[in-house]
């Protein structure tokens, strides 16, 4: 898990990169998060706290 304070921003450079996504962002009470793939099939969740 990477976590971040800007997970929109940090998925807009990725996705201009050409980064592969499972899904879309899931919001919970805890956070934000989203599923990247790596370029080895590999799953690395991306995740930013709830700011409240």
Not at 12 to 23: I, K, M, N, P, V
Not at 27 to 51: C, H, M, T, W
């Amino acid at each position: 898990m990477l976590v971040t304070d800007d997970l929109d921003g940090m998925i807009g450079e990725l996705r201009g990169a050409g980064a592969s996504f499972r899904g879309e962002i899931a919001e919970a009470s805890a956070g934000r998060q989203i599923l990247l793939q790596d370029p080895s099939g590999n799953v690395v969740e991306l995740f930013e706290y709830s700011k409240h």
